[in-house]
């Protein structure tokens, strides 16, 4: 799951009916949770906030702490803990106990659990379900190293001899996920290929040496394990370790362990102190504090980056896109904690002041920054911040510049040889299995003709067709009872060749190429009527173009301030993005400049016009 990097599309704080359908997912879930161990996990005064990646997922967590849960598809119906939840409290998961450290390797290294790796005890396999979240332990240790779902069920398990995969690893200990929480990152971590683990603090910072002993021992437990797997189906890492091997994996899991206690009390430590030092911050100051620091942000906004062109301006892009970037570092602003406790009304103070004006469009029931004042008192006197403007215009130009390289299209219309033409590919000795452009299928053709010597002796312009390219020219495209033509112009017979080869087409875009078979589709665009008289936009035929339709909906609904939505077309393979509103020729200029699409694989319908 957190395997490759994948970038957060989007981050935002959850609303309070968000909040409580979050927790109440989670106690349906993990019953055993109580309420008590979900609130110490996500306290109820604290901001929750949701990462939303391109994959699909989403995770959950304490807005400046840690990931807490992760939701695979999105949808809210397979949430995960992640591994510092389960640290926090690791009984809220049933579990699996692995047989020993050359197993718990693999675990952390991504791959999926298999029965023969698990410790079975006496009393038989629990019982379970497939699709229930389980957890992985290691022996002697009661955190976790890794989270994911049953591929089967207990009786099937037994039914199959307790073989095949037990688990599908979802998150583990030290995957991308767990990295890309700031101060628990670990560059060295290749050497997890040269050391037997036997828990969770099998990431020991010192990497072993390769001592002739290590690689002695190592390859008995490899020799040992496969005879193991032969002769009784199975894997027992701890009976394949010989004496000096096991001492010696003994003294690295005691300094390992070590290292995994320090990571556990780290992790709590650190989430108490950012979580101290949040309420520090928020507590020290006060509604006028609040107040003045949302004036100055403002002036500093009006002076910097809000433009007379961009009016009239969504309140809500004012407040996110302009005032925040302005506040001075280390301070949160909410606008909750002011005197004013709304946006609108904060905006409708500062209307009566006379330094902007603002109105409420009646429409989207939002406050609409109009004008603003630059001759009022408070904006002339008001001074910004020198900012290091050029370096950060300088970023955003080398940022959209690889930007528009990841997005820059480059379409090739490719041929192949068919059973029609295959006689003349064979001919001029011409691979059958190749991909060609069309000025280099025209070419063989012209080779086969200058070695039979076609050209007409008294017209040069013209070629004399004889039974072999006649036939991979005209063979079943001449209607029975016509005759077939003897000769043929050479203006015409590139192009008479190329429609009797096998159309495909390239389509490359950054570092990413495929070809298919056919012409090449075009993206459809159309807005028609809803009930109520509302419009809507559909943009269909998008991977054509190797474009992810939901990261498109995404830049869209910023774009155009709307709702967009991804849907399945019904009855066809792919998916279609859905944007409220007509804003046809705007999405089509969008695909045209942002993703370079030739006008004429655009096609543009639009069913409201009379």
Same mark, same amino acid.
């Given at each position: 799951?957190?395997?490759?990097?994948?970038?957060?599309?989007?981050?935002?704080?959850?609303?309070?009916?968000?909040?409580?359908?979050?927790?109440?997912? @989670?106690?349906?879930?993990?019953?055993?949770?109580? /309420?008590?161990?979900?609130?110490?996990?996500?306290?109820?005064?604290?901001?929750?906030?949701?990462?939303?990646?391109?994959?699909?997922?989403?995770? &959950?967590?304490?807005?400046?702490?840690?990931?807490?849960?992760?939701?695979?598809?999105?949808?809210?119906?397979?949430?995960?803990?992640?591994?510092?939840?389960?640290?926090?409290?690791?009984?809220?998961?049933? &579990?699996?106990?692995?047989?020993?450290?050359?197993?718990?390797?693999?675990?952390? =290294?991504?791959?999926?659990?298999?029965?023969?790796? @698990?410790?079975?005890?006496? !009393?038989?396999?629990?019982?379970?379900?497939?699709?229930?979240?389980?957890?992985?332990?290691?022996?002697?240790?009661?955190?976790?190293?890794?989270?994911?779902?049953?591929?089967?069920?207990?009786?099937?398990?037994?039914?199959?001899?307790?073989?095949?995969?037990?688990?599908?690893?979802?998150?583990?200990?030290?995957?991308?996920?767990?990295?890309?929480?700031?101060?628990?990152?670990?560059?060295?971590? =290749?050497?997890?290929?040269?050391?037997?683990? #036997?828990?969770?603090?099998?990431?020991?910072?010192?990497?072993?040496?390769?001592?002739?002993? $290590?690689?002695?021992?190592?390859?008995?437990?490899?020799?040992?394990?496969?005879?193991?797997?032969?002769?009784?189906?199975? *894997?027992?890492?701890?009976?394949?370790?010989?004496?000096?091997?096991?001492?010696?994996?003994?003294?690295?899991?005691?300094?390992?362990?070590?290292?995994?206690?320090?990571?556990?009390?780290?992790?709590?430590?650190?989430?108490?102190?950012?979580?101290?030092?949040? +309420?520090?911050?928020?507590?020290?100051?006060? @509604?006028?504090?609040?107040?003045?620091?949302? /004036?100055?942000?403002?002036?500093?906004?009006?002076?910097?980056?809000?433009?007379?062109? +961009?009016?009239?301006?969504?309140?809500?892009?004012?407040?996110?896109?302009?005032?925040?970037?302005?506040?001075?570092?280390?301070?949160?602003?909410?606008?909750?904690?002011?005197?004013?406790?709304?946006?609108?009304?904060?905006?409708?103070?500062?209307?009566?002041? =006379?330094? *902007?004006?603002?109105? #409420?469009?009646? &429409?989207?029931?939002?406050?609409?920054?109009?004008?603003?004042?630059?001759?009022?008192? !408070?904006?002339?006197?008001?001074?910004?911040?020198?900012?290091?403007?050029? %370096?950060?215009?300088?970023?955003?130009?080398?940022?959209?510049?690889?930007?528009?390289?990841?997005?820059?299209?480059?379409?090739?219309?490719?041929?192949?040889?068919?059973?029609?033409?295959?006689?003349?590919?064979?001919?001029?000795?011409?691979?059958? $299995?190749?991909?060609?452009?069309?000025?280099?299928?025209? /070419?063989?053709?012209?080779?086969?003709?200058?070695?039979?010597?076609?050209?007409?002796?008294?017209?040069?312009?013209?070629?004399?067709?004889?039974?072999?390219?006649?036939?991979?020219?005209?063979?079943?495209?001449?209607?029975?009872?016509?005759?077939?033509?003897?000769? *043929?112009?050479?203006?015409?017979?590139?192009?008479?060749?190329?429609?009797?080869?096998?159309?495909?087409?390239?389509?490359?875009?950054?570092?990413?190429?495929?070809?298919?078979?056919?012409?090449?589709?075009?993206?459809?665009?159309?807005?028609?009527?809803?009930?109520?008289?509302? %419009?809507?936009?559909?943009?269909?035929?998008?991977?054509?173009?190797?474009?992810?339709? !939901?990261?498109?909906?995404?830049?869209?609904?910023?774009?155009?301030?709307?709702?967009?939505?991804?849907?399945?077309?019904?009855?066809?393979?792919?998916?279609?993005?859905?944007?409220?509103? $007509?804003?046809? +020729?705007?999405?089509?200029?969008?695909?045209?400049?942002?993703?370079?699409?030739?006008?004429?694989?655009?096609?543009?319908?639009?069913?409201?016009? %009379?």
């Amino acid at each position: 799951m957190f395997k490759k990097a994948v970038e957060a599309k989007a981050q935002q704080r959850l609303s309070g009916a968000d909040r409580k359908k979050l927790k109440r997912t @989670i106690r349906d879930r993990f019953p055993r949770a109580s /309420d008590a161990d979900i609130d110490a996990l996500l306290p109820p005064k604290a901001e929750i906030t949701v990462s939303k990646f391109q994959n699909r997922v989403h995770v &959950y967590g304490v807005e400046g702490g840690f990931p807490l849960f992760f939701n695979v598809d999105g949808r809210g119906s397979e949430i995960y803990p992640t591994v510092f939840a389960l640290w926090e409290l690791p009984e809220m998961l049933p &579990y699996f106990m692995l047989k020993g450290g050359e197993v718990s390797r693999f675990v952390i =290294g991504g791959a999926d659990l298999m029965f023969p790796g @698990i410790s079975v005890a006496a !009393e038989g396999l629990p019982s379970f379900s497939a699709g229930e979240p389980w957890a992985v332990k290691v022996p002697g240790n009661p955190a976790p190293i890794a989270v994911g779902s049953t591929t089967m069920s207990s009786a099937e398990a037994l039914k199959a001899g307790l073989r095949g995969k037990a688990l599908r690893i979802m998150h583990y200990y030290r995957d991308l996920l767990w990295q890309s929480v700031e101060g628990h990152y670990v560059p060295n971590s =290749g050497f997890l290929e040269d050391v037997v683990l #036997e828990d969770p603090s099998f990431l020991a910072s010192n990497q072993p040496s390769d001592s002739s002993e $290590g690689a002695t021992c190592e390859s008995d437990v490899q020799q040992s394990c496969v005879n193991n797997e032969n002769t009784e189906g199975s *894997i027992d890492v701890n009976g394949a370790i010989s004496d000096a091997c096991a001492a010696s994996m003994q003294n690295d899991s005691e300094n390992a362990a070590k290292e995994i206690t320090t990571d556990a009390s780290d992790l709590k430590s650190t989430a108490n102190v950012d979580a101290a030092k949040l +309420d520090i911050e928020l507590s020290s100051l006060s @509604i006028e504090d609040v107040d003045s620091h949302l /004036d100055r942000c403002l002036l500093q906004a009006l002076h910097t980056t809000v433009k007379d062109k +961009d009016l009239p301006m969504p309140g809500s892009t004012l407040w996110s896109n302009h005032v925040l970037p302005c506040r001075p570092s280390g301070i949160t602003l909410d606008i909750k904690k002011s005197s004013h406790k709304k946006l609108s009304k904060w905006l409708q103070a500062k209307t009566s002041t =006379g330094l *902007i004006t603002v109105k #409420e469009d009646k &429409y989207k029931k939002e406050a609409m920054l109009i004008s603003v004042n630059r001759g009022h008192p !408070e904006y002339l006197q008001f001074k910004p911040e020198k900012r290091p403007v050029e %370096k950060v215009v300088q970023a955003g130009d080398s940022a959209a510049s690889e930007s528009r390289s990841q997005k820059a299209l480059e379409v090739v219309e490719v041929y192949k040889s068919s059973v029609h033409v295959n006689p003349i590919f064979a001919s001029v000795g011409a691979d059958t $299995g190749k991909l060609y452009s069309a000025s280099e299928a025209t /070419d063989i053709v012209f080779k086969y003709i200058e070695k039979e010597n076609l050209v007409k002796q008294t017209n040069k312009a013209t070629v004399v067709l004889d039974a072999t390219l006649c036939d991979a020219l005209f063979k079943g495209a001449i209607k029975k009872g016509s005759t077939y033509p003897t000769e *043929i112009h050479k203006k015409d017979l590139g192009a008479t060749f190329i429609n009797r080869m096998q159309a495909h087409h390239m389509v490359t875009r950054g570092g990413e190429s495929v070809v298919r078979k056919g012409v090449l589709k075009t993206v459809q665009i159309m807005t028609e009527r809803r009930q109520g008289n509302k %419009k809507v936009t559909k943009v269909s035929g998008l991977e054509t173009f190797l474009i992810d339709p !939901e990261a498109l909906a995404s830049e869209l609904q910023k774009k155009f301030a709307c709702s967009t939505t991804v849907a399945e077309l019904p009855g066809k393979k792919g998916l279609e993005v859905l944007i409220q509103g $007509g804003v046809i +020729d705007d999405v089509a200029r969008h695909l045209l400049e942002q993703y370079g699409i030739p006008k004429r694989y655009i096609e543009v319908l639009d069913k409201t016009r %009379k």
